[in-house]
C-alpha cells in the first residue's frame, strides 16, 4: 500500500501515514467528517467518542513519528489532541496505538510489592543484668518458702516487671494480670490435670497458660482497646509437637540444635500472639544466634562466669530485637508529650517530624 502524497509505502489498513501524517481512506475527502459542535456533553468533534481527562505526560509521540516532549499524541490539524487514560498498561503514553506506528521499546514498570510498616524506634529490652537475676532469684526463694502458694502471684509480679521493659517498636509493653487471678486458674487447671490422670496437663495445660498470659497483655499507651484484642490463637497439637520436635533436635545435636529450636519455638508462638489488634512475627535466624551465644559463652569462660549474670539479659534482649509487627496502624496515636509541649510536629506513631538536616519542624 502506497500513499498517495509522499508515494513511500505504508503498512496495510493504515488510516494514517507513519511518514507524512496523510489521512489515508479509499472514500473521496469530501466525504470525511467535519468538524462539528453538537448540543449536549462537549465532543471533539471529528466524529471520536469524547477524550478522556488529560494528565501530564513528559513524553508523546509526535504525529509524524518521534517524539516530542509535553505535546499530547496526535497533536495535528486532523486530529483531535487528547492525552491517554490515567492507567497506560503498556506505559507508551500513547491511546489508543496509532495504526502503523511502531513505537519505540515500552517503559518498564515494577509492581509494587507488599510493603512492609517498620519504624524508626527498634524493639528492646532495657532490663539490666543483676535487677533481672535478683527478680529472678526472689522468685525462686519466695515460691519455695511458701510452698508454691505464692508462685502465681510472684510469676505475675516477675512478667509485670519484664514488660515494663519490654518495649516493642518504641511501645511498652504492660501485664494486667493479677496473681488472685493465676491461683484460681491454677487450682482449676492441677484438679483437671488430676481427673485426667496427667493428659490435661501435658497437652492443654501449656496453650491454657499461654491464653491467659496472652490475653492481659497491651500495650501501655491504647487503655481504650477492648479486652478481647490480645490473644494467643495457637492449637494443642500444634503446640505439643512444637515441643516434641525441638525437644528430640536439641537432644540429637547434644545442645547444638538447641539455637534453631530456640527461634523455631519463638517464631511459632509470636505469629500466634495479637497484642492489642496487632500480630506479632519474629525474624531471628538461628545461626546468627549460635553466633552470639558463642561469644557470649566465650566471655563468661574468660570472666569466670561473671558474665553469666549478662548472658541472660543478652538472650532476652536479642529476641525482644526481632520482634516486630506490621499493624501498628490498627493503633491510636502513640504520645510523645516532650515533643508536644514544646510545639513540634509528631506523626501517627509519636516520632517528631525532622528536615533533611535534621532538624526538627
Known amino acids: ?26 472514500a473521496p475527502r469530501e ?10 456533553p462537549p465532543a471533539n468533534g471529528y466524529g471520536y467518542p469524547p477524550p478522556p481527562a488529560p494528565y501530564p505526560q513528559p513524553y508523546a509521540p509526535a504525529p509524524y513519528g518521534g517524539w516530542q516532549q509535553g505535546q499530547a499524541p496526535y497533536a495535528s490539524p486532523e486530529y483531535p489532541p487528547y492525552a491517554p487514560p490515567p492507567q497506560d498498561p503498556y506505559g507508551r503514553g500513547q491511546y489508543p496505538p496509532p495504526p502503523g506506528y ?3 521499546y515500552p517503559r518498564r514498570r515494577v509492581p509494587e510489592g507488599p510493603k512492609e510498616e517498620f519504624h524508626t524506634y527498634p524493639s528492646d529490652y532495657t532490663a539490666g543484668a543483676f535487677a533481672n537475676f535478683f527478680v529472678g532469684l ?14 502465681p502471684a510472684m510469676t ?31 487450682l482449676l487447671w492441677i484438679l483437671l490435670t488430676v481427673v485426667t490422670v496427667g493428659i490435661y496437663g501435658v497437652f492443654v495445660l501449656p496453650v491454657a497458660q499461654e491464653k491467659w498470659f496472652a490475653k492481659h497483655t497491651h500495650f501501655a499507651d491504647t487503655k ?24 528430640l533436635v536439641t537432644i540429637i545435636t547434644l545442645g547444638f540444635g538447641y539455637y534453631w529450636a530456640h527461634c523455631y519455638t519463638e517464631r511459632w508462638y509470636q505469629e500466634h500472639t495479637v497484642v492489642d489488634g496487632c500480630r506479632l512475627f519474629f525474624d531471628g535466624k538461628g545461626l546468627e544466634f549460635f553466633g552470639k551465644c558463642i561469644c557470649w559463652i566465650l566471655l563468661t569462660i574468660i570472666t569466670l562466669g561473671i558474665f553469666s549474670f549478662w548472658q541472660a539479659v543478652k538472650m532476652q534482649k536479642w529476641t525482644v530485637q526481632h520482634i516486630h509487627t506490621n499493624d501498628f496502624a490498627k493503633l491510636p496515636r502513640m504520645r510523645n508529650a516532650a515533643a508536644e509541649r514544646a510545639g513540634r510536629e509528631v506523626t501517627e506513631t509519636g516520632y517528631v517530624v525532622e528536615d533533611r538536616r535534621g532538624r526538627s519542624r
Open 102 to 104: 511502531y513505537p519505540p
Open 156 to 186: 505475675c509480679w516477675k512478667t509485670r516487671w519484664q514488660y515494663k521493659h519490654t518495649f516493642i517498636h518504641g511501645r511498652k509493653l504492660t501485664f494486667d494480670g493479677k496473681g488472685i487471678q493465676l491461683f484460681g486458674k491454677w
Open 1 to 26: 500500500m502506497l500513499c498517495p502524497d509522499c508515494g513511500r509505502q505504508v503498512p496495510n489498513n493504515s488510516y494514517t501515514c507513519p511518514h507524512c501524517g496523510c489521512v489515508l481512506t479509499s
Open 31 to 40: 466525504t470525511m467528517p467535519v468538524p462539528y459542535s453538537p448540543p449536549g
Open 224 to 247: 481504650e482497646i477492648k479486652e478481647d484484642a490480645s490473644y494467643f490463637d495457637g492449637g494443642v497439637f500444634e503446640l505439643f509437637g512444637l515441643h516434641l520436635i525441638t525437644g
Open 138 to 151: 526472689l522468685c525462686l526463694l519466695v515460691s519455695i518458702i511458701t510452698v508454691g502458694i505464692f508462685y
